[in-house]
């Protein structure tokens, strides 16, 4: 099987169900972010991160093409036979979110991304989560979408922050905190 059909040298690509459609659309946008993701998470494993957190991450990365799937799907068909979200794969998120913010000193205020390079990529992994989920947020307004995606999506970001606190800790980079100019001018005056 060759890798280039040519197919899509017209601007347009096919959907799961068949349908031809442009390569900007809504759909192919969002999908497009889900795989985008599922590459930063892919750089991500390659730090030297415990192995406990790369099994994880891979799975992760298993549940991002289970989304983008989901998302590259228009209508139903009788010919593909899709994995789907459960409120399991949620709990799984919550969990292990539970697990390392129970290992971390409280936050009082926001930190800002960065200290170490995998430290920033999990940063780069929340933030394009979050941009993937108002995707799918205004994908769900105009078109039939598994909602449980979005709900994944929006713990997806909360494990990347408290992963990337998990590995300021474990590389001894310093968590900087967010200081609005206000209170930089105050304490100088």
């Known amino acids: 099987m060759k890798i280039y059909t040519k197919t899509g040298d017209n601007g347009k690509t096919s959907l799961l169900s068949g349908n031809r459609v442009k390569k900007h659309n809504a759909r192919i946008e969002t999908y497009g972010t889900v795989d985008e993701l599922n590459s930063y998470v892919g750089w991500l494993r390659s730090k030297k991160l415990e192995l406990k957190d790369v099994e994880f991450l891979i799975e ?22 899709m994995p789907e979200f459960r409120s399991e794969d949620i709990k799984v998120l919550e969990n292990e979110i539970d697990v390392i913010t129970a290992q971390l000193p409280p936050l009082s205020q926001f930190v800002l991304p960065g200290g170490h390079d995998a430290v920033g990529l999990c940063h780069v992994c929340r933030s394009v989560t979050r941009r993937a989920e108002r995707q799918i947020s ?9 909602l449980m995606v979005l709900k994944y999506m929006n713990r997806l970001s909360d494990y990347f922050f408290v992963l990337s606190r998990k590995l300021s800790r474990h590389f001894g980079a310093e968590e900087v905190p967010w200081t609005p100019r206000k209170n930089q001018e105050k304490e100088q005056s």
């Open 60 to 81: 992760i990365q298993n549940m991002l093409f289970v989304a983008g799937t989901s998302l590259a799907l228009d209508e139903p068909t009788e010919r593909i036979r």
């Open 138 to 146: 205004a994908l769900a307004e105009v078109a039939n979408i598994d």
